[in-house]
T-cell receptor, first 116, second 109 residues
Framework: NAGVTQTPKFQVLKTGQSMTLQCAQD?????MSWYRQDPGMGLRLIHY???????DQGEVPNGYNVSRSTTEDFPLRLLSAAPSQTSVYFC???????????????FGPGTRLTVL | SQKIEQNSEALNIQEGKTATLTCNYT??????LQWYRQDPGRGPVFLLL?????KEKRKERLKVTFDTTLKQSLFHITASQPADSATYLC????????FGTGTSLTVIP
């Protein structure tokens, strides 16, 4: 199993541009989430999904959009990038699924985004 | 929302000693608390989970305690090694997950 994969690894955007951060998992997990990590702020939840077709907002959802059309994929869209969205973005998934506890979150390697 | 404080932004200890990291939280007591390890440039990796009705959990050289009265969890690494150097995050499970800012641990040979 590849676990949780994220693309791209690095991205530079100009203010106002839009882009989609990709996240996929092959563990058949129902729960997926997106976090951003900023210095001194810790990981903050942006959006999450408890299954295909179901999404909800986390702590810092403004400026981001998500959808969940399949169990495997959970893309994060930046509609109009702003410098305040410069951060490291992590996708995570959680069971039940293949040989995993429902309580353990598995994180992807992250996407480093810079907005100029 | 839940507020989480991890004491000591950076902790340096000698190899072989026990490292103790602290996680304090406010507001309601969570259903459970988790500890993660994060290496530079990588995503967090799950280490241990302790539930509100458990006082202590162990896994090899790792030990976690959970005091719901003090609203505190302690994370211990015994017989520390340079390979244990990393940032350690605590996370609480309430209606969603809340993470602390982490403690950077350096084990000096």
């Amino acid at each position: 199993n590849a676990g949780v994969t994220q693309t791209p690894k690095f991205q530079v955007l100009k203010t106002g541009q839009s882009m989609t951060l990709q996240c996929a998992q092959d563990m058949n997990h129902e729960y997926m989430s997106w976090y951003r990590q900023d210095p001194g702020m810790g990981l903050r939840l942006i959006h999450y999904s408890v299954g295909a077709g179901i999404t909800d907002q986390g702590e810092v959802p403004n400026g981001y959009n998500v959808s969940r059309s399949t169990t495997e994929d959970f893309p994060l869209r930046l509609l109009s990038a702003a410098p305040s969205q410069t951060s490291v973005y992590f996708c995570a998934s959680r069971g039940p699924g293949l040989a995993s506890s429902t309580d353990t979150q598995y994180f992807g390697p992250g996407t480093r985004l810079t907005v100029l | 929302s839940q507020k989480i404080e991890q004491n000591s932004e950076a902790l340096n200890i000698q190899e072989g000693k026990t490292a103790t990291l602290t996680c304090n939280y406010t507001n309601y007591s969570p259903a459970y608390l988790q500890w993660y390890r994060q290496d530079p440039g990588r995503g967090p990796v799950f280490l241990l989970l302790i539930r509100e009705n458990e006082k202590e959990k162990r896994k090899e050289r790792l030990k976690v305690t959970f005091d719901t009265t003090l609203k505190q969890s302690l994370f211990h690494i015994t017989a520390s090694q340079p390979a244990d150097s990393a940032t350690y995050l605590c996370a609480l499970r309430g209606n969603q997950f809340y993470f602390g800012t982490g403690t950077s641990l350096t084990v000096i040979p």
